[in-house]
């Protein structure tokens, strides 16, 4: 490759991880019940039914994580995604973003078991987080890692997500709150990866389109879910 072509790879590069990172116009950070809840305008009803039905989307992402490392032939892109499944799993020693969660309803008043049976869960929220595994299932394993790539938004979201439930919603025990503290640290070091595995793999125009419209796919995932959990827990 001549210096040139470098040159030309290098600004094709910046462009698409650009337009990768101009979705964040699109997360759901903008979502007006996110925009409530930073504010502190979510009564306690409201605070429960959004970690109820957020539980569901917690607990498939290590399944989506497994569809996406059935799906990989890479071995060295497997050994470092397997840790996001462990992340949310945890281990023999360490629990994990599953069992943060847990914790965080029981800090808003939540039983597990209530939690756990999903009975909370509306249709809207379950339909998208299984479209969403379906995805990483089906969909060819670039894509589904540049679904992932919210996560490029994400420790902002969670900045203010904290800040606004130490400010604003008191009566939650701030021992729940591990789960936000701890994606402070998680999501940048997966977002690095997953945007170095997607501007690494996806080098065609063609690949770039289709990397774009994954990661559109996985905002509108996001967004319909608040919706759903918006209309069935109205203020």
């Known amino acids: 490759m001549t210096a040139l072509d470098e040159s030309r790879t290098s600004a094709g590069t910046e462009e698409f991880v650009a337009a990768l990172r101009a979705h964040a116009q699109r997360y759901h950070h903008q979502h007006p019940f ?9 009564s306690r009803e409201q605070i429960r039914g959004w970690v109820a039905n957020r539980y569901y989307y917690q607990e498939c992402i290590p399944i989506k994580d497994a569809a996406i490392l059935s799906n990989c032939p890479d071995p060295a892109v497997r050994r470092r995604w397997i840790r ?4 949310h799993d945890g281990t023999a020693d360490e629990p994990g973003g599953i069992e943060a969660w847990l914790r965080l309803a029981e800090a808003v008043g939540l039983s597990r078991e209530e939690v756990r049976d999903e009975r909370h869960v509306v249709p809207g929220v379950r339909f998208a987080v299984d479209a969403y595994v379906t995805f990483a299932r ?12 919210t ?11 904290l800040a606004a439930f130490e ?15 701890n994606r402070l640290e998680q999501a ?8 170095q ?31 759903a959990i918006d209309q069935a827990h109205p203020g």
């Open 84 to 87: 996001r499944i462990l992340d």
């Open 167 to 181: 400010q604003h919603y008191t009566w939650v025990d701030r021992k729940g709150l591990a789960y936000f503290r």
């Open 151 to 161: 996560e490029l938004f994400a420790p902002d979201l969670m900045s203010r997500r």
């Open 188 to 195: 940048p070091r997966d977002s690095e990866h997953g945007l």
């Open 34 to 42: 996110h925009v409530r809840m930073n504010e502190g305008r979510l």
């Open 138 to 149: 089906t969909r060819p394993w670039t894509e589904a890692v540049a679904s992932s790539l």
């Open 197 to 227: 595995v997607t501007t690494e793999r996806c080098r065609s125009a063609a690949e770039q389109e289709r990397a774009l419209a994954a990661l559109s796919f996985k905002c509108d995932v996001l967004w319909s879910m608040l919706d």
